[in-house]
């Protein structure tokens, strides 16, 4: 398995852009996971899905961001409209179950100018 | 809530001994992990202990668990330039299958 991919590796987009950021996590891993890497709030989780359920989206800052996870394979996290404070790193993790190692995908590096 | 705590930055000269100190308050993990994440990278596994263990020792890597304080270190020996990262520990939030991470240690080797 080619481990978690996430795409793109770099996003700059201008303020008021919806912006998708997307992941394929390891087949066969039940748990997906969204954070946000930043220098002032290090790393935060955002939202996570078992079975391709939301299960727990106390994280997301505002309803500016949603995600959704069609399938297995396959997870998008959305800013709409983005905002320059949404500049950071934005990883997603699966694992195969919620509280068990966890493996990360390079991560989405956002610029919002 | 549950919560772990770790100290944000350690400089060490290469070839001294590293310690990075954890500090959680979710009495029922069962493993607790410590993650490496280089400049650029995401974070990757570096080793983990079983909460009814008190020390694990992994080649240059030692981790001890004092569960009574709630104390989680990862030593890491004969430190080289290499190991220059940020190290986050992690842990299950109790009554949630996720886990939760320290805000990470970045650790800086000088010469």
């Known amino acids: 398995d080619a481990g978690v991919i996430q795409s793109p590796r770099h996003e700059v987009t201008e303020m008021g852009q919806e912006v998708t950021l997307r992941c394929k996590p390891i087949s066969g891993h039940d748990y997906l996971f969204w954070y946000r890497q930043t220098m002032m709030r290090g790393l935060e989780l955002l939202i996570y899905?078992?079975?391709?359920?939301?299960?727990?989206d106390s994280g997301m800052p505002e309803d500016r961001f949603s995600a959704k996870m069609p399938n297995a394979s396959f997870s998008t996290l959305k800013i709409q409209p983005s905002e320059p404070r949404d500049s950071a790193v934005y990883f997603c993790a699966s694992s195969l179950q919620g509280a068990n190692e966890a493996f990360f995908g390079q991560g989405t590096r956002l610029t919002v100018v | 809530g549950e919560d772990v705590e770790q100290s944000l930055f350690l400089s060490v000269r290469e070839g001294d001994s590293s310690v990075i100190n954890c500090t959680y308050t979710?009495?029922?993990?069962?493993?607790l992990y410590w993650y490496k994440q280089e400049p650029g990278a995401g974070l990757q596994l570096l080793t983990y202990?079983?909460?009814?263990?008190d020390m694990k020792q992994d080649q240059r890597l030692t981790v001890l668990l004092n569960k009574k304080d709630k104390h989680l270190s990862l030593r890491i020996a004969d430190t080289q330039t290499g190991d220059s990262a940020i190290y986050f520990c992690?842990?299950?939030?109790?009554?949630?299958?996720?886990?939760?991470f320290g805000a990470g240690t970045r650790l800086a080797v000088h010469p």
């Open positions: 992690a842990g299950p939030s109790g009554g949630y299958n996720k886990l939760i």
């Open positions: 899905f078992n079975n391709n359920v939301p299960i727990d």
């Open positions: 979710d009495s029922s993990s069962t493993y």
């Open positions: 202990i079983f909460s009814n263990m």
